[in-house]
């Protein structure tokens, strides 16, 4: 399978996001990732439910929904609501297990597909027991929060024993994606690794050849 682009609107221009988001469609990218961060999970606030309301009807890519809040559970219907695909939370977002299960199942209770993601700090093994119910897991690559800051090579390890485990236990179905400081070398590098999805914001957009840097990222040997 060929990696993924999922471009991160947090880098486009707001003024013009649906020119924004035809390039991406156009340049080859598949999924579209929507940072939504609440000044308190995460000290920025970017964008939320109505902005992706008004890009799911303009957009017919995957709607890729990163939440960087806290209380997930709170917010999932009405992001459902609005048009994601697929709903990605953080694991250091719930106060135990079980509430990581729960926001799990809430997201499935919809038919919409769920993702966790782990900061740069937290050790992956600490997903290992929610793959069966997952499907997609992201690791960050940067603290979570801005876009346009340097990649954390932690990731390249996690990546690496996250797809080992995934391999060695058959979880063939959850997909890994990494976010933060993607470009063409870093991209490069997760690939090796096993990612499946990569997410880029400040490498793609604002550029006049985002289409060769899309085709850079997707052409990675
Ligand atoms: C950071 C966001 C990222 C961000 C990535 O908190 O989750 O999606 O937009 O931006 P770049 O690719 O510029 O690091
Ligand atoms: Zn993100």
Same mark, same amino acid.
């Given at each position: 399978?060929?990696?993924?682009?999922?471009?991160s609107?947090?880098?486009?221009?707001?003024?013009?996001?649906?020119a924004?988001?035809?390039?991406a469609?156009?340049?080859?990218?598949?999924?579209?990732?929507? $940072?939504?961060?609440?000044?308190?999970?995460?000290?920025?606030?970017?964008?939320?439910?109505?902005?992706?309301?008004?890009v799911?009807q303009?957009?017919d890519?995957?709607? $890729?929904?990163?939440?960087?809040?806290?209380?997930?559970?709170?917010?999932?219907?009405?992001?459902?609501?609005?048009?994601? $695909?697929?709903?990605?939370?953080?694991?250091?977002a719930?106060k135990?297990?079980?509430?990581?299960f729960?926001?799990l199942?809430?997201?499935?209770?919809y038919?919409?597909?769920?993702?966790?993601?782990?900061k740069?700090?937290?050790?992956?093994?600490?997903?290992?027991?929610f793959?069966?119910?997952?499907?997609?897991?992201?690791?960050?690559?940067?603290?979570p929060?801005?876009?346009?800051q340097?990649? $954390?090579?932690?990731?390249?390890?996690?990546i690496?024993? /996250?797809?080992?485990y995934?391999?060695?236990?058959?979880?063939?179905?959850?997909?890994?994606?990494?976010?933060?400081?993607?470009?063409?070398?870093t991209?490069k590098?997760?690939?090796?690794?096993?990612v499946?999805? /990569?997410?880029?914001?400040?490498?793609?957009?604002?550029?006049?050849?985002?289409?060769e840097?899309?085709?850079?990222?997707?052409?990675?040997d």
């Amino acid at each position: 399978m060929s990696v993924i682009i999922s471009p991160s609107l947090l880098s486009a221009d707001f003024a013009n996001l649906e020119a924004e988001l035809k390039k991406a469609k156009e340049f080859g990218a598949e999924w579209i990732h929507f $940072d939504v961060m609440d000044g308190h999970f995460v000290p920025n606030i970017s964008i939320g439910v109505p902005v992706l309301k008004a890009v799911s009807q303009k957009c017919d890519l995957l709607k $890729d929904v990163h939440l960087m809040i806290s209380n997930p559970k709170k917010y999932i219907k009405p992001f459902v609501d609005a048009g994601a $695909d697929l709903l990605t939370f953080h694991y250091e977002a719930c106060k135990s297990d079980t509430e990581v299960f729960e926001v799990l199942d809430l997201i499935h209770s919809y038919n919409v597909k769920a993702g966790i993601s782990i900061k740069p700090g937290t050790n992956v093994r600490k997903i290992y027991k929610f793959l069966a119910s997952t499907d997609l897991i992201l690791i960050m690559s940067v603290e979570p929060g801005f876009g346009g800051q340097k990649f $954390d090579p932690r990731a390249i390890f996690k990546i690496s024993n /996250l797809r080992e485990y995934m391999n060695k236990y058959d979880f063939h179905k959850t997909l890994i994606e990494v976010d933060g400081g993607i470009n063409e070398s870093t991209g490069k590098e997760c690939v090796k690794s096993g990612v499946d999805v /990569l997410v880029a914001g400040s490498y793609l957009f604002g550029h006049d050849d985002m289409k060769e840097r899309i085709n850079k990222l997707k052409n990675n040997d």
